[in-house]
Nanobody, 127 residues
Framework: QIQLVESGGGLVQAGGSLRLSCVASGRTRTLRRSTMGWFRQSPGKEREFVAAISESLDDLFYADSVKGRFTIARDNAKNTVYLNLNSLKPEDTATYYC??????????????????WGQGTQVTVSS
């Protein structure tokens, strides 16, 4: 199994920035064949895709709502994935979760594509 721990959430004003980190531990060998991604969930809403990055770092995917504002990065040596959140809006308020995709799924942008999840980190954007 893989354990994921997110950090970096907090309260920020609209227009501000945050950097989320997610560190993986445990059976990290599977990360060599897995996409890592970020999803978010607001109360009463389904978990939605935000961004994902392939194990080769060549393929990046973003939800339309965050393109141009959020950037995903990955450090395979540290088993860590990052999400830089810029130009934050109140509608970005949510709990942000990182996940590890099932090995071999190159385009992992759907919730069922992921095997492991962290506990989440809260991002709150005030207007």
């Amino acid at each position: 199994q893989i354990q994921l721990v997110e950090s970096g959430g907090g309260l920020v004003q609209a227009g501000g920035s945050l950097r989320l980190s997610c560190v993986a531990s445990g059976r990290t060998r599977t990360l060599r064949r897995s996409t890592m991604g970020w999803f978010r969930q607001s109360p009463g809403k389904e978990r939605e895709f935000v961004a994902a990055i392939s194990e080769s770092l060549d393929d990046l995917f973003y939800a339309d709502s965050v393109k141009g504002r959020f950037t995903i990065a990955r450090d395979n040596a540290k088993n860590t994935v990052y999400l830089n959140l810029n130009s934050l809006k109140p509608e970005d308020t949510a709990t942000y979760y990182c996940g590890v995709g099932s090995p071999g799924i190159r385009v992992a942008i759907r919730y069922p594509d992921y095997d492991s999840w962290g506990q989440g980190t809260q991002v709150t954007v005030s207007s």
